[in-house]
């Protein structure tokens, strides 16, 4: 399927973009649904391989979701790789700094399997929203929280 994006520009710098998406306990603070994110591996979250596990609410319904870092290059890129049902994933952030802003692109990239493959316009729809939202969600975290 094809990958899925959107950008934002952020009043905080690259940096502590970065610090902020590092730390799992901050994903609930920004990406919609998402209840609870840890780390399930030793060492840090910042090394690809490194794994978590995330419970997000989806459709009233709350799902385990597993993650791999599939990227890891500080202040720049991380990626990961998950899995929902029958969507399996792999989505993003890309960090390009602005000055004493950034612009923090997310894409997403969904793989759909069995039945899943009928509702493709939907998942594609999903998809685009889930992007935004989570840039807004990161937005607001980080600009209006006070987050150091």
Do not use: C
Not at 18 to 25: C, K, Q, R, T
Not at 58 to 76: H, R, S, V
């Amino acid at each position: 399927m094809d990958k899925l994006e959107a950008s934002m520009l952020i009043d905080r710098s690259a940096e502590d973009i970065f610090a902020f998406l590092s730390v799992p306990e901050n994903h609930p603070k920004f990406v919609p649904g998402m209840l609870e994110f840890r780390k399930t591996s030793p060492g840090p979250l910042g090394q690809v391989g490194a794994t978590a596990r995330g419970l997000r609410r989806f459709f009233g319904l709350k799902m385990e979701l597993p993650y791999e870092i599939t990227e890891y290059e500080q202040n720049i890129r991380l990626g990961m790789k998950g899995a929902m049902g029958p969507i399996t994933f792999e989505d993003g952030y890309i960090l390009d700094p602005r000055g004493a802003s950034t612009l923090v692109s997310f894409w997403l990239r969904p793989t759909l399997s069995g039945l899943a493959k009928l509702v493709r316009p939907i998942v594609v729809q999903m998809g685009k929203a889930h992007a935004v939202e989570t840039l807004d969600g990161l937005k607001k975290a980080l600009e209006t929280s006070g987050w150091q």
